[in-house]
């Protein structure tokens, strides 16, 4: 049980406070940043170094810490991006009027750094475990790459909740990018495929012949995907879970009460 139990209890402690870890640094003074990206930096390091060393090792421990790794990895790329440091060349909001090609064409170019960055770091990380037996940290950070990709391109065609509270000032522009309606069209879609992938994943966990490294590792990546899944349902319900991380909003100014607001731009 310990196999199972406690690496899904870790996985959902690491999402739950280094989510609002992240909101909570983000919405600081922006002369703070410099010492955020130097930690997170010097945690990248950390983590890719890991990454390195660990791409051997099939142990349980192996796979817990191959998981800290790529989740160490992947705190960077949201960091740089919430701080504003990697976002995209465009750094404006875009008219509410505007709507086909040109409003994909604004919003590309408004996380194009972002996104480079995300390839990079990626490729960094398949070719320091290249055909090594210990891929749980590489699953781990592509498992965040792709949840992080389903989440944006869900927002940009429209859900009932966008999360923008969570938007430090700096990037309020983002918001003139979303769009609120009850579903899109990609939304069951991305909800299968996270429903399929947790399932692999667990079964993979939870097969007879899973050593500790691979039932650990399984695990902490199926309650990972689960998680992403989660955080998809609470785009379209009829209320809003930010409370769940209200508290790393603690370091921000009150919101302003003429705050842009998210079109419902198709």
């Known amino acids: 049980m310990a196999e199972h139990g406690l690496p899904a209890l870790f996985t959902l402690l690491v999402w739950w406070s280094s989510t609002g870890l992240i909101i909570y640094l983000d919405g600081l003074r922006r002369e703070t940043f410099r010492w955020t990206m130097l930690g997170a930096t010097t945690l990248l390091l950390a983590g890719l170094f890991g990454l390195h060393a660990l791409a051997w090792d099939t142990s349980t421990a192996g796979a817990w810490l191959g998981f800290v790794c790529g989740v160490l990895c992947w705190a960077w790329i949201e960091i740089a991006f919430l701080t504003g440091l990697v976002t995209g060349p465009r750094r404006t909001a875009i008219p509410p009027t505007t709507r086909g090609w ?149 370091s921000r100014p009150a919101a302003k009460p003429d705050a842009p607001q998210p079109t419902s731009a198709a």
């Open 102 to 250: 040109p409003r994909l064409k604004a919003a590309i170019a408004v996380i194009l750094w972002h996104e480079l960055a995300i390839i990079v770091m990626a490729a960094a990380i398949v070719a320091l475990t290249w055909q090594a037996p210990n891929q749980i940290g590489t699953w781990t950070f592509l498992a965040f790459w792709a949840m992080r990709q389903s989440a944006k391109l869900n927002v940009y065609l429209g859900v009932r909740n966008l999360s923008e509270a969570f938007l430090p000032d700096h990037l309020r522009y983002l918001e003139s990018y979303f769009a609120r309606r009850p579903m899109n069209v990609l939304f069951p879609l991305s909800v299968l495929a996270g429903v399929v992938a947790c399932a692999q994943l667990a079964m993979a966990a939870l097969a007879p012949g899973a050593t500790g490294h691979e039932a650990v590792g399984f695990t902490l990546l199926a309650t990972l995907v689960a998680l992403g899944l989660l955080e998809h349902i609470f785009m379209v319900l009829p209320f809003s879970a930010d409370a769940l991380w209200r508290w790393g909003l603690a």
